[in-house]
């Protein structure tokens, strides 16, 4: 099934909603994007979340039960593969934008 940009809209809008329930309230969310990136086998769906808050407030058993827990509602609008999602706090985003990283968020501003 190819990815539209409602489903990428839809899988924003997940993670928007659900993510936010399960973090500390040190920890705030931003902004949510979604993207295309190339799979091995087909595309696949990837997030980056921008937060503020301090990286070592992310837990990381936490972010990982986070990524089963959305695998239904994923499923519910058409997303069967697994979805990376990436973290960047404020700090990481400004230097992401002041860098040439060569990576896909390397030129965007924060």
Sequence with gaps: MAITAEMLDQVSEIVRTE???RLP???RVRRVESEIWPGIENE???VLVFYDGDRKNLSPGMLNEFDQE???LLEAVG??????????NRKEGDELAGA???????DRSV
Excluded: A, F, N, Q
């Design 19 to 21: 993510l936010p329930k």
């Design 25 to 27: 309230d040190s920890i």
């Design 44 to 46: 696949i769906v990837h």
């Design 70 to 72: 959305i695998e239904p």
């Design 79 to 88: 997303i069967d593969d697994v979805v990376p999602i990436s973290y960047t």
């Design 100 to 106: 040439d990283s060569g990576s896909p968020h390397g």
